[in-house]
């Protein structure tokens, strides 16, 4: 009874994402959590003090993600009501006129980049418009995004979908920050392979095999371009691997795609598209340069920013009564501590969460620079606002639901469901790891959540069964990651910014052989290649 109860609130809320008439994660996940806090107050016997305390846990958590969406999504916003989007979108069309060089610079590397800066599912709604400007079909274009959108994901949003995602189990002990490196880079390998194929089942949606073949060279040294570097940097940081290695995947594909090397001629060069002069193009690039140069200043290690922006020591502290105690550090560090008298805590880093830094400086840094207007610019901080009330609804549900699971130790629902499967699957689990992690990107539409949804439950499997925990939980961001092509949220995200109407299940019946495909590479590498590598 204790194991169908544990997986009842995780099979129901799938049922209720993939029904006729869905539900929505906003609404589908703070309805999961409010029966996880009945079952465990109930059956499981919790604690009621300590599920307040979790809650309110919760919600300081969110502050976290959530910050970090609004910041991507001013970004974004900012970028398209300058004009400097506009901008990129014709420099970008000038660079080539052969149809696999522009799906490959804008789908491929470019949306690479943006994943590594933004994340979140913006990648698509972005280089989807882009293309669709150069004549592409909205349809087609919708799917590619949707499946190119993959291989960075875990390294998404500064790589919030690792250090985050695996928050809670590095907050609880369960894995240390060196088996957070590892995941890191066996994640990356995983991805590494699968790049050579999925990049390529994106272009066929398109283009024919013929064109593939004749443009294999330039798709193959365009995948390298983003990736070598992507697996390089993940050796020693798991936060800027998609977004330097998406920088530098662009820079060498638009320089190879100019000078024609491995791209065959094309009767495409009709297509003219109006020239962007150099200060106009710099002007436009300049807020994108500015978010990575920031990125890179605060967390490179060697640098001083990163330790002031983190510094713990105390500045102040007030009292809450039973509530707990709120603690301010010099590093302007937020949390609450010891809440209702429990030994649980949460704390917000305002200047090191990507968002504050680098999002909102380099947007307020872009206004004047692009002589924005007051209204325009209240118009912008307004609309992002709306647009984020759902997302946080789904991650205040994510987030309750995954710490009320955790609770209890060995006996929590967490441990319960890793020694169900652990039973019926054995060492087989590292083939079936990556599909749950796709399960939770689909229903939840993050990898992000995906992780914190079910990266308890890869740890409790791999511990029971003996596997190695950085390779399960590396699958399981992984899946999170593949999962992105399947997910309801995207697919619809994409088809309004299109203008597409009712084919969320065309697409997704696309998007699926991909994203399984994916699933069966990430099994293979973690059988046969990854043991070699970490021996």
Not at 22 to 28: E, G, Q, R, T
Not at 474 to 492: D, E, H, K, P, R
Not at 510 to 523: C, E
């Amino acid at each position: 009874m204790a194991l169908f109860l544990s997986i009842l609130p995780i099979a129901l809320l799938i049922y209720l994402m993939v029904k006729k008439n869905a539900l929505p994660s906003y609404i589908a996940l703070p309805l999961i959590a409010g029966l996880v806090y009945i079952l465990h107050l109930t059956y499981f016997n919790g604690s009621f003090v300590a599920l307040n305390a979790n809650f309110i846990k919760a919600i300081i958590s969110v502050a976290t993600p959530i910050t970090v969406i609004f910041g991507a999504v001013l970004f974004n916003r900012m970028m398209e009501m300058t004009g400097a989007m506009n901008v990129l979108r014709r420099w970008l069309g000038n660079i080539s006129p052969n149809p696999v060089a522009q799906l490959m610079i804008i789908g491929w590397a470019f949306a690479f980049m943006i994943e590594g800066a933004s994340g979140f599912g913006t990648p698509a709604a972005i280089a989807a418009p882009l293309l669709v400007g150069l004549g592409f079909k909205p349809l087609q274009v919708a799917i590619l995004a949707l499946i190119m959108n993959s291989v960075p994901v875990s390294f998404g949003a500064v790589g919030t979908p690792t250090w985050f995602g695996f928050g809670t189990l590095i907050g609880n002990g369960a894995i240390s920050d060196d088996q957070l490196s590892d995941i890191g880079k066996i994640t990356a390998i995983i991805h590494l392979f699968a790049a050579f194929v999925i990049p390529i089942m994106a272009l066929k949606v398109i283009v024919s095999w013929r064109q593939i073949r004749e443009n294999i060279v330039f798709i193959l040294i365009s995948i390298l371009a983003c990736t070598l570097p992507y697996v390089a940097i993940a050796w020693f940081n798991y936060e800027f691997p998609s977004l330097v290695g998406g920088a530098i995947g662009l820079f060498i594909s638009v320089g190879v795609a100019s000078k024609g090397i491995g791209l065959s001629k094309t009767d495409n060069s009709e297509i003219q598209h109006e020239k962007v002069k150099t200060p106009e193009l710099l002007k436009a690039l300049f807020p994108t340069a500015s978010l990575i140069v920031i990125l890179a200043l605060t967390r490179i290690k060697q640098l001083p920013l990163k330790s002031l922006l983190n510094d713990t020591t105390e500045w102040f502290t007030i009292k809450l009564g039973y509530l707990g105690d709120f603690q301010v550090t010099k590093g302007l560090i937020f949390s609450l501590k010891n809440i209702f008298a429990t030994s649980e805590s949460e704390s917000y880093k305002l200047l090191y969460v990507p968002a504050l830094i680098p999002f909102v400086v380099t947007v307020l840094i872009s206004i004047p620079l692009f002589s924005l207007k007051w209204k325009q610019t209240k118009s912008l901080f307004s609309a992002s606002f709306v647009q984020i009330q759902k997302p946080f609804l789904a991650l205040v549900g994510a987030l309750i639901m995954v710490n009320v699971m955790l609770m209890g130790g060995e006996n929590s629902m967490v441990q319960i469901i890793g020694r169900g499967l652990a039973d019926a699957t054995g060492s087989y689990w590292t083939m079936f790891a990556s599909y749950l992690g796709a399960v939770g990107a689909f229903f939840s539409g993050s990898n992000t959540v995906s992780n914190l949804t079910f990266g308890a439950v890869q740890y409790s499997v791999a511990n029971t069964t003996g596997l190695s925990i950085p390779l399960i939980l590396a699958l399981q961001s992984v899946g999170g990651a593949m999962g992105n092509m399947v997910c309801i949220n995207n697919i619809i995200a994409v088809c309004s910014v299109l203008g597409i109407d009712r084919a969320e299940g065309k697409i997704l019946k696309v998007t699926a052989v991909p994203m399984f495909v994916y699933g069966i590479i990430a099994a293979v590498v973690a059988l046969l290649v990854i043991p070699l590598i970490f021996s």
